[in-house]
């Protein structure tokens, strides 16, 4: 069983660079979101989406943009890479019903030299 | 906000010995729900066990148990006889809103022969 998957898992790029990060689901889950993890920080909320043709914005949203076109996807876009942005990004989803576990992709370890 | 904080940095213990894990939260939500993750050195994000606010009885999962009091805000993860392989880094995480996560920055765990 596929779940969640992200591409590409690992990525460098150059400062000022763009980028999208690719999350999909076949779970036929209305919730998706994006975190990011830094080292001693935890994981913490990007945006986040309930469904499609939805987004909103979470805790850290400065320098990232998403969109949710496809119900079973959902993008990280970096319109302008700066070193502060390199981190471990995890995409996730969950079903409506609240007393369930959110699924986890497998992490994108970004570095933006 | 809510907010959840997690004290140990890091625990260690010997193989088959119990461990726990402590988590407290702050939230001014009546209904909410706490969650444990497991991150082993691989990276993915591994879901252990839930405990809901109206839950009567304490969440358990095989080895794991959910020692939840609500009066003191506390979700403490306990391992009974540990393994080799729960060496890794445990989250606590509450659900907010949305069902986003709000996670503490998580604590190390080192099983020992």
């Known amino acids: 069983n596929a779940g969640v998957t992200q591409t590409p898992k690992f990525r460098v790029l150059k400062t000022g660079q763009s980028m999208t990060l690719l999350c999909a689901q076949d779970?036929?889950?209305?919730?998706m979101y994006w975190y990011r993890q830094d080292p001693g920080m935890g994981l913490r909320l990007i945006h986040y989406s309930v469904g499609e043709g939805t987004t909103a914005k979470g805790e850290v949203p400065d320098g990232y943009n998403v969109s949710r076109l496809k119900k079973q996807n959902f993008l990280l876009g970096l319109e302008s890479a700066a070193p502060s942005q390199t981190s471990v990004y995890f995409c996730?989803?969950?079903?409506?019903?609240?007393?369930?576990?959110?699924?986890f992709g497998q992490g994108t370890r970004l570095t933006v030299v | 906000a809510q907010k959840i904080t997690q004290t140990q940095p890091g625990m260690f213990v010997q193989e088959k010995e119990a461990v726990t894990l402590d988590c407290t939260y702050d939230t001014s939500d009546q209904s909410y729900g706490l969650f444990w993750y497991k991150q082993p050195s691989s990276g993915e994000m591994i879901f252990l066990i839930y405990?809901?606010?109206?839950?009567?009885q304490n969440a358990t999962e095989g080895r794991y148990s959910l020692n939840f009091q609500k009066a003191r805000k506390s979700a403490n993860l306990v391992i009974s006889a540990s393994q080799l392989g729960d060496s890794a880094m445990y989250f606590c995480a509450m659900r907010g809103g949305y069902s986003t996560l709000t996670f503490g920055k998580g604590t190390m765990l080192l099983v020992s022969p």
């Open positions: 405990q809901g606010s109206y839950d009567e």
């Open positions: 779970m036929n889950h209305e919730y």
């Open positions: 996730a989803s969950r079903p409506l019903e609240p007393n369930t576990e959110a699924f």
